[in-house]
T-cell receptor, first 111, second 114 residues
Framework: SQQGEEDPQALSIQEGENATMNCSYK?????LQWYRQNSGRGLVHLIL?????REKHSGRLRVTLDTSKKSSSLLITASRAADTASYFC???????????FGDGTTLTVKP | GAVVSQHPSRVICKSGTSVKIECRSL??????MFWYRQFPKQSLMLMAT?????????EQGVEKDKFLINHASLTLSTLTVTSAHPEDSSFYIC??????????FGPGTRLTVT
């Protein structure tokens, strides 16, 4: 079963606006990763955040992790039409030896 | 960053035939590789964990006799879909875990069974 749950399932915004996606999970984790997937394409790794980290930045991306709430958020600032894609979180559960994916958020950025 | 390749990227086969998909870690050794399947507009579902030198561990509901996994070396895992049927048509993605326990994904293989 999938460990991560993401919300919203779909998000539509105008170019230039910020987009926030959330991921919740159930068990203790070693790390959490965010990925982007364009329609019909493979996964693109965005950010890995470890369980002892609270926030990481990469360009226009900002990821936060709250292990007490078992949740993470991905913020994309100043969105562009090219950011249109599906975004997934993947959790590497402690002692599980494997990563499982959330259901994903489909982001549409309108030009 | 580490690179994982998959071959082929696309394959079309006839119902009843078998298809082999290769997953290679190009610049690191991976004692553990993972195989995922993704149906259209859905998330990635873990099928199995492939361990070098030992049998794969399959997730519940995944038929091990239908999806044969062989982790022949520290850089290669293969997934063979045996006696493929149209319902096996999907996007198959592998990943490899490095010594720091970070996972890197391949580009995926789109399988179409006619």
């Amino acid at each position: 079963s999938q460990q991560g749950e993401e919300d919203p399932q779909a998000l539509s915004i105008q170019e230039g606006e910020n987009a926030t996606m959330n991921c919740s999970y159930k068990t203790s984790i070693n790390n959490l990763q965010w990925y982007r997937q364009n329609s019909g394409r493979g996964l693109v790794h965005l950010i890995l955040i470890r369980s002892n980290e609270r926030e990481k930045h990469s360009g226009r991306l900002r990821v936060t992790l709250d292990t007490s709430k078992k949740s993470s958020s991905l913020l994309i600032t100043a969105s562009r039409a090219a950011d249109t894609a599906s975004y997934f979180c993947a959790t590497d559960a402690t002692n599980a030896g494997k990563s499982t994916f959330g259901d994903g958020t489909t982001l549409t950025v309108k030009p | 960053g580490a690179v994982v390749s998959q071959h082929p990227s696309r394959v079309i086969c006839k119902s009843g035939t078998s298809v082999k998909i290769e997953c290679r870690s190009l610049d690191f050794q991976a004692t553990t590789m993972f195989w995922y399947r993704q149906f259209p507009k859905q998330s990635l579902m873990l099928m199995a964990t492939s361990n070098e030198g030992s049998k794969a561990t399959y997730e519940q509901g995944v038929e091990k006799d239908k999806f044969l996994i062989n982790h022949a070396s520290l850089t290669l895992s293969t997934l063979t879909v045996t006696s493929a049927h149209p319902e096996d048509s999907s996007f198959y993605i592998c990943s490899a875990r490095d010594a720091r326990h970070e996972q890197y994904f391949g580009p995926g293989t789109r399988l179409t069974v006619t």
